[in-house]
Nanobody, 121 residues
Framework: QVQLVESGGGSVQAGGSLRLSCAAS????????MAWFRQAPAKERERVAR???????TYADSVKGRFTISRDNAKKTMYLQMNSLKSEDSAMYYC???????????????WGQGTQVTVSS
């Protein structure tokens, strides 16, 4: 049974920073592509960033240069460092996992419960 637990959300002023964490429970963590998604009220879910098992990262254009995704395979934990936050970054942030360590044609079958990020201007 795969479980994903996010933490680190909160409220911050524009220009500030937050670091999200996602602790995973699967046995073969390195077999999984990991990603962060977000969804704001009345908006579609957006993939913010994803990372392969060897650490290759891909970002949405909206966060490039401001957010950094990383993972610690030994700790089975993924992170999202968010800097220079903007009000439009406010959303529920979800951790997701897909089987396929290279993140090619994967389906995100496992999701965390989400952590709220609120950025005030």
């Amino acid at each position: 049974q795969v479980q994903l637990v996010e933490s680190g959300g909160g409220s911050v002023q524009a220009g500030g920073s937050l670091r999200l964490s996602c602790a995973a429970s699967m046995y073969t963590y390195t077999a999984y592509c990991m990603a962060w998604f977000r969804q704001a009220p009345a908006k579609e879910r957006e993939r913010v960033a994803r990372i392969t098992s060897d650490g290759t990262a891909t970002y949405a254009d909206s966060v490039k240069g401001r957010f950094t995704i990383s993972r610690d395979n030994a700790k089975k934990t993924m992170y999202l460092q968010m800097n220079s936050l903007k009000s439009e970054d406010s959303a529920m942030y979800y951790c997701a996992a897909a089987y396929g360590h290279r993140c090619i044609n994967v389906n995100y079958d496992y999701w965390g419960q989400g952590t709220q990020v609120t950025v005030s201007s």
